[in-house]
């Protein structure tokens, strides 16, 4: 088969799940099918700086539209079309949805991440809400012959606000980050890359701190975190620090309040290194978020040895329900409760800290590559 793959959104110049999904899905789907031939378009006024694919059966095709005005020519002319610029294919795959316009009798797979914009369109900006209505993702659910749904709740979302057929959508987990990385450090090597970081490296288990990771925006509830980490604070006999790490969202404008301004760290801009020392050096990770099509955080610090605490909040609890204390996302004394509750009864921590391990060992890359690649087989012969 001759295989067509979206990848515009590498050409974003930023790490954000998706890029995580697809970087990690194609590395390991072109690892185990050599016989396809795959044709990978991008799209970038300016950019440049894609990742190399090292294999015979890829080629890359890349077009120099100014990225806003080839959408709207795809989501409402229908040209340029896709499959004309990369020739004949049997099937294209979009990894991330966004405007297309290929033949209607092309086979059309797509991955849905989340319907964020729609279910809780308060967290996104006036601009966000028009730009996402303007690409016409209900028509791109429609139009797709299957639909790779990241999660149930994902599956569940597009069933209810899109009413697309259940026998039309497909969830395939994706694998976990951590998981896909070549090796962990460990020990003093960890501590040298957190060291730059602001004397991070933990030494001893006092040392260890609560971590967030992630963007800081609205959805992500780190206002709640805030006020449970301040009701913590004053019960706690250790007194463990808050780091706050990740990248600009919107709205980033933190309230802390001033009992607690000296026990709170935040980082940002941290390289893929850093990162993972932050989750290795780390006493528990908390993820509050209101709203996620996936979770690829909580799998992140489970794999690095960190137990989670985590909002019971749409797929964060179907991914995390095995490993992680899951609270109420309003609630900040639950919140501090659980925090608290680790930090007191150790055996619950290490159980924690070991389920946390298992699950994240059993979401791979390769169980998620076979499955895309059984349903571009079966999909693409049988259409």
């Known amino acids: 088969m001759r295989i067509g793959i979206d990848i515009r959104a590498l050409?974003?110049?930023?790490?954000?799940?998706?890029?995580?999904?697809?970087?990690?899905?194609?590395?390991e789907l072109f690892k185990i099918d050599p016989k396809n031939h795959y044709v990978l378009f991008a799209n970038s006024f300016r950019r440049t700086g894609l990742p190399k694919f090292d294999a015979l059966n890829i080629?890359?095709?890349?077009?120099?539209?100014?990225?806003?005005?080839?959408n709207f020519l795809q989501r409402f002319f229908g040209w340029p079309r896709i499959d004309k610029l990369i020739g004949p294919i049997d099937l294209f795959f979009s990894p991330h949805w966004r405007a297309?316009?290929?033949?209607?009798?092309?086979?059309?797979?797509?991955?849905?991440?989340?319907?964020?914009?729609?279910?809780?369109?308060?967290?996104?900006?006036?601009?966000?809400?028009?730009?996402?209505?303007?690409?016409?993702?209900?028509?791109?659910?429609?139009?797709?012959?299957?639909?790779?749904?990241?999660?149930?709740?994902?599956?569940?979302?597009l069933v209810d606000l899109y009413q697309i057929p259940?026998?039309?959508?497909?969830?395939?987990?994706?694998?976990?980050?951590?998981?896909?990385t070549p090796h962990l450090m460990r020990g003093k090597q960890s501590r040298e890359i957190a060291a730059p970081l602001g004397g991070l490296e933990a030494r001893n288990d006092n040392d260890r701190y609560f971590l967030y990771f992630g963007t800081f925006e609205p959805?992500?509830?780190?206002?709640?975190?805030?006020?449970?980490?301040?009701?913590?604070?004053?019960?706690?006999?250790?007194?463990?620090?808050?780091?706050?790490?990740?990248?600009?969202?919107?709205?980033?404008?933190?309230?802390?309040?001033?009992?607690?301004?000296?026990?709170?760290?935040?980082?940002?801009?941290?390289?893929?290194?850093?990162?993972?020392?932050?989750?290795?050096?780390?006493?528990?990770?908390?993820?509050?978020?209101?709203?996620?099509?996936?979770?690829?955080?909580?799998?992140?610090?489970?794999?690095?040895?960190?137990?989670?605490?985590?909002?019971?909040?749409?797929?964060?609890?179907e991914i995390g329900h095995d490993f992680a204390v899951?609270?109420?996302p309003f609630r900040p004394q639950q919140l501090a409760r659980a925090m608290l509750e680790l930090e007191t009864?150790?055996?619950?921590?290490?159980?924690?800290?070991?389920?946390?391990?298992?699950?994240?060992?059993?979401?791979?890359w390769a169980k998620t590559a076979h499955k895309v690649l059984e349903l571009f087989t079966q999909y693409a012969y049988r259409h």
């Open 11 to 27: 050409m974003e110049g930023r790490t954000t799940g998706v890029q995580v999904y697809i970087l990690n899905l194609l590395a």
């Open 59 to 70: 080629e890359v095709k890349i077009t120099r539209y100014p990225n806003k005005i080839f």
């Open 100 to 157: 297309l316009a290929i033949d209607k009798n092309t086979p059309l797979v797509v991955t849905f991440h989340d319907l964020s914009f729609e279910t809780v369109p308060e967290f996104y900006t006036l601009w966000k809400r028009v730009w996402h209505w303007l690409m016409g993702y209900r028509q791109v659910a429609r139009h797709a012959d299957r639909i790779i749904a990241v999660s149930e709740n994902t599956k569940k979302d």
């Open 166 to 180: 259940d026998s039309k959508i497909k969830v395939i987990y994706p694998g976990s980050p951590v998981i896909a």
């Open 219 to 317: 959805r992500k509830n780190l206002g709640v975190l805030l006020m449970a980490y301040e009701q913590y604070h004053k019960i706690s006999q250790k007194k463990r620090r808050l780091v706050l790490a990740g990248s600009r969202g919107w709205k980033t404008r933190l309230e802390i309040p001033q009992p607690i301004v000296s026990q709170i760290l935040i980082r940002q801009n941290v390289s893929e290194a850093e990162k993972i020392s932050l989750y290795q050096n780390a006493y528990c990770f908390i993820f509050p978020s209101f709203y996620e099509g996936f979770g690829f955080p909580i799998l992140e610090a489970a794999s690095a040895g960190a137990p989670v605490i985590a909002s019971f909040a749409t797929s964060v609890a």
């Open 326 to 328: 899951l609270v109420n």
């Open 345 to 364: 009864n150790p055996e619950y921590y290490n159980h924690l800290k070991t389920r946390g391990l298992a699950t994240a060992g059993e979401f791979t």
